[in-house]
């Protein structure tokens, strides 16, 4: 991986796998997704000059960089093996005037691993303090972050508003599952739903629907996040086959009558 000269924003680091960040088939979603909105975080940080990724609106109230969408590019699962060197090179950009995005690229032994780009808007919580209702808000202080290079993002940032924008009514039926989340699990500090766990949930309907896919190694996923519940809210999963893929589906994370997620994922046929 080459490298040039790095600004504040960016990032490169190297660590050597172990079971923390290996799963069953690969290098396990939920501790890359935890660790890059980490790194997401951090580098938001630096940019406003901070020591702390801890943020606020001008109120003093809590402002949180909450993610509103994922797309993750795995190009060779079996990579990712307990003792092997993971190198992550990230850079953080302005998408628009509210929205961030940051792009990471994986490899291991000089061949790639993944691709991962997150886009997060800053957020608080309302009056009432319910997940259903967090709204957006900008933290105080000032972000010195250049804007996206044209073409960067691949096409997702299109792709990310069309699934962001598909009509619910239009989806048709799929298989459902009760994949409520547990709140000593599934809910990080700010007392919302971790966006790390929102695949986590369509895992657990995968496999209750459709074992055999279940046990695949994870090629790609694509998510947009449209809500989040309260702790004890019921969640339920919808998965339908996606008819242009080898092998793969479309889920609807959905609770009290909303969809809080839609995902797109794919497997190694």
């Known amino acids: 991986m080459k490298h040039g000269t790095f600004a504040p924003f960016d990032a490169v680091e190297q660590r050597r796998l172990g079971m923390a960040e290996c799963g069953w088939r690969g290098l396990s979603e939920g501790w890359l997704l935890r660790h890059l909105g980490d790194v997401h975080w951090r580098l938001i940080a630096t940019a406003m000059g901070q020591q702390e990724a801890v943020f606020a609106d001008d109120t003093g109230a809590p402002v949180y960089a909450a993610f509103c969408a994922v797309s993750e590019r795995v190009h060779q699962p079996a990579l990712a093996r307990p003792g092997a060197v993971l190198t992550i090179a990230s850079r953080l950009r302005r998408l628009s005037a509210t929205r961030l995005i940051s792009f990471h690229a994986l490899e291991v032994g000089g061949l790639p691993l993944a691709d991962v780009t997150l886009i997060s808007a800053f957020v608080r919580h309302g009056e009432s303090g319910a997940n259903s209702q967090i709204r957006r808000a900008q933290p105080r202080g000032h972000l010195d972050l250049p804007l996206m290079e044209a073409g960067a993002d691949n096409g997702f940032v299109k792709q990310a508003g ?108």
């Open 162 to 269: 069309a699934l962001y924008h598909e009509p619910t009514a239009g989806l048709g039926s799929g298989a459902q599952v009760d994949v409520t989340p547990c709140p000593t699990t599934d809910f990080n500090a700010a007392g919302l739903l971790y966006c790390a766990n929102y695949p986590a949930l369509v895992d657990r309907a995968e496999w209750a629907l459709c074992p055999a896919m279940a046990q695949q190694p994870l090629t790609a996923r694509q998510i947009v996040f449209l809500g989040n519940v309260d702790p004890g809210d019921l969640v339920t999963a919808m998965l339908r086959r996606c008819p242009d893929a080898a092998l793969g589906h479309r889920a609807s994370l959905m609770s009290q009558g909303r969809v809080i997620a839609r995902v797109i994922t794919g497997k190694l046929g």
